[in-house]
Nanobody, 127 residues
Framework: QVQLVESGGGLVQAGDSLRLSCAAS????????LGWFRRSPGKEREFVAS????????AYADSVKGRFTISREISMNTVYLQMDSLKPEDTAVYSC????????????????????WGQGTQVTVSS
């Protein structure tokens, strides 16, 4: 079993930055990858970014590419999401998730590919 705890959300103005953290705990932690997703009111959960736990390979949604950076600190079992140049449309609850293995090629964008989820942290960007 893996527990994930996100932190770092808040209320900011457009153009500001935030850094989200996701700390993982469990007896052994060696997933294939971790991902960040977000959900806005009335919308489905949306892929934001992912990172290979061992490889460090990253992927981003087009909507955040160039503004968000995902990284991980293996020694601390923690993944980060640095969010710069925030826009009002980035307002959402952001959740991190663990993908234990690869089920389908390219499946990293699908919530169904992930096995464990955190509770989420609210990010609100005012205009």
């Amino acid at each position: 079993q893996v527990q994930l705890v996100e932190s770092g959300g808040g209320l900011v103005q457009a153009g500001d930055s935030l850094r989200l953290s996701c700390a993982a705990s469990g007896r052994t932690f060696s997933p294939y990858s971790l991902g960040w997703f977000r959900r806005s009111p009335g919308k489905e959960r949306e892929f934001v970014a992912s990172i290979g736990w061992s490889s460090g390979a990253t992927a981003y949604a087009d909507s955040v590419k160039g503004r968000f950076t995902i990284s991980r600190e293996i020694s601390m079992n923690t993944v980060y999401l640095q969010m710069d140049s925030l826009k009002p449309e980035d307002t959402a609850v952001y959740s991190c998730a663990v993908r234990r293995t690869v089920r389908t090629i390219g499946g990293y964008v699908r919530p169904s590919e992930y096995d464990y989820w955190g509770q989420g942290t609210q990010v609100t960007v005012s205009s």
